[in-house]
């Protein structure tokens, strides 16, 4: 049974800090690639940042580029997101995908998803 459970959503200012957490069970977590999505109201999902099961490569989508920073603690199972000088437009559900010995990247299988965590930015 695997499971990714998101953690450390809320509610901050823009230009404000978050790090949201995904947890993940059941699986043999450093042989995946995980990556990072959110989808904001009334839009599509979209990727954000996603890093390989090496931990070696990561990618950013433009526009969190120089603002977000992925990483993982395979002792823990855990990825993070560290989320910095946030906008009003970071507003969405962020969900954690895992995908096997992926490279983090956009375009992957991703088998497995969380039910995700709210962000949400004021102006």
């Known amino acids: 049974q695997v499971q990714l459970e998101e953690s450390g959503g809320g509610l901050v200012q823009a230009g404000g800090s978050l790090r949201l957490s995904c947890?993940?069970?059941g699986l043999t977590f450093s042989n995946y690639a995980m990556a990072w999505f959110r989808q904001a109201p009334g839009k599509?999902?979209?990727?954000v940042a996603g890093i390989s099961w090496?931990?070696?490569s990561r990618y950013y989508a433009d526009s969190v580029k120089g603002r977000f920073t992925i990483s993982r603690d395979n002792a823990k199972n855990t990825v993070y997101l560290q989320m910095n000088s946030?906008?009003?437009d970071d507003t969405a559900v962020y969900y954690c995908a895992a995908?096997?010995?992926g490279l983090g990247?956009?375009?992957?299988?991703?088998?497995?998803?969380?039910?995700?965590?709210?962000?949400t930015v004021s102006s």
């Open 105 to 119: 990247k956009s375009i992957g299988k991703y088998d497995y998803w969380g039910q995700g965590t709210q962000v």
């Open 54 to 56: 090496s931990a070696f």
């Open 44 to 47: 599509e999902r979209e990727f």
């Open 23 to 25: 947890a993940a069970s």
């Open 99 to 101: 995908d096997l010995y």
């Open 86 to 88: 946030l906008k009003p």
